[in-house]
């Protein structure tokens, strides 16, 4: 036998070399979910592990992560109120606007980037404005933007718009631009699907709809074609990153877009895919860490130079122990 493919695998040292897929804290970004009040650090039930944090409590958590070299947060909010048109998502007083600026005062070079969606400002939960059922697509576009240059003001890096209305990076941009804000960057939920792996997000951000469901706008599981159309959009539009979601059951996605696409590519491995491996490592059926840790991989391996995930802290402690 000539070729023994088992010599590159015989040490560590030689494992180590020849990796083909590493993973570094800089691959990371983190989601807070932050709420109203002081001191809270309120474990959420649905994601083990992650927790509601009053906006002094999410600016220790940020402290937190950059010391563990996770360079980007990723921000959730829920509002002290909701309407029927989200108005509460461009208050400048609201929690996540709160929470940009003062981190931006104390950490200034954390990315700060942050979700751009009315489904937790709704009272009806869908991530847009109702017309005769249906959510309406270009009224929603205007109070997105409005949301996006209210966290622009604050501060944030990137906003991110996860809605799924057409023409949503546009609208953005131009309103960004046009409040002398092209700096800021947009890091678009590209190629969003109607999955049932955000059930446990729903719970955290209290975002369920009221009613029907968001097939109407989040994509249907069985396309492929169509990512490449929606990721291809939003980068004519102007976005700066293209984001797949869920990140696990689409790998696929993430290489298609990858192979056809020139843009950093971010993938999120949204709650599901976290609340599953943690529900199975509480009940000892598998080693969570290392099931952890080949997700990521796997979701480097398959294209994504991002991973927004819930595992942020828990994979960089681990490649921080790696490197000593
Ligand atoms: C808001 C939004 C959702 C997620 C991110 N932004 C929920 C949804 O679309 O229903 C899901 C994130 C996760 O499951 O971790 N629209």
New binding site residues.
């Given amino acids: 036998m000539k070729i023994r493919p088992r010599r590159l695998r015989r040490t560590p040292g030689i494992r180590n070399m020849v990796r083909e897929t590493t993973i570094s804290t800089n691959d990371l970004v983190y989601?807070i979910f932050i709420k109203h009040g002081k001191g809270l650090k309120d474990p959420i039930p649905s994601l083990p592990g992650q927790f509601h944090f009053s906006v002094d409590m999410a600016i220790k958590e940020a402290e937190e992560a950059m010391d563990l070299g996770i360079p980007a947060i990723f921000l959730f909010g829920l509002p002290a109120s909701k309407d029927a048109a989200g108005s509460s998502s461009y208050d400048e007083n609201e929690v996540v606007q709160q929470t940009i600026s003062l981190i931006k005062k104390k950490l200034p070079d954390m990315t700060v980037m942050t979700?751009v969606?009315l489904?937790e400002y709704t009272d009806h939960g869908h991530?847009g404005i109702i017309k005769n059922g249906q959510v309406d697509n270009d009224s929603t576009l205007e109070v997105i933007a409005k949301t996006a240059l209210s966290h622009a003001k604050a501060g944030a890096d990137f906003v991110g718009p996860?809605?799924m209305m057409d023409g949503r990076i546009s609208a953005i941009r131009d309103i960004l631009d046009n409040n002398q804000y092209q700096d800021v960057g947009i890091i678009a939920y590209a190629v969003?699907y109607a999955s049932a792996?955000?059930g446990?997000?729903?719970e955290a951000?209290d975002?369920t709809p009221q009613f029907g469901d968001?097939s109407g706008y989040?994509m249907d599981p069985a396309n492929a074609l169509e990512a490449l159309k929606e990721a291809i959009m939003d980068i004519d539009e102007g976005a700066d990153i293209i984001m797949i979601k869920p990140a696990l059951p689409y790998l696929d996605i993430i290489r298609l877009v990858r192979e056809e696409c020139l843009l950093p590519m971010a993938a999120?491995h949204?709650?599901?895919e976290y609340a599953m491996i943690k529900a199975a490592e509480e009940k000892g059926w598998v080693d969570g860490s290392r099931i952890m840790m080949e997700s990521l991989t796997s979701i480097k391996r398959a294209g994504a130079n991002l991973i927004i995930t819930y595992f942020a802290k828990d994979a960089a402690k681990i490649l921080q122990n790696n490197t000593k």
Wanted: hydrophobic share 20%.
């Fill in positions: 989601p979700d969606c489904c991530c996860s809605d969003k792996f955000y446990p997000f729903r951000a975002s968001r989040q999120y949204v709650s599901g």
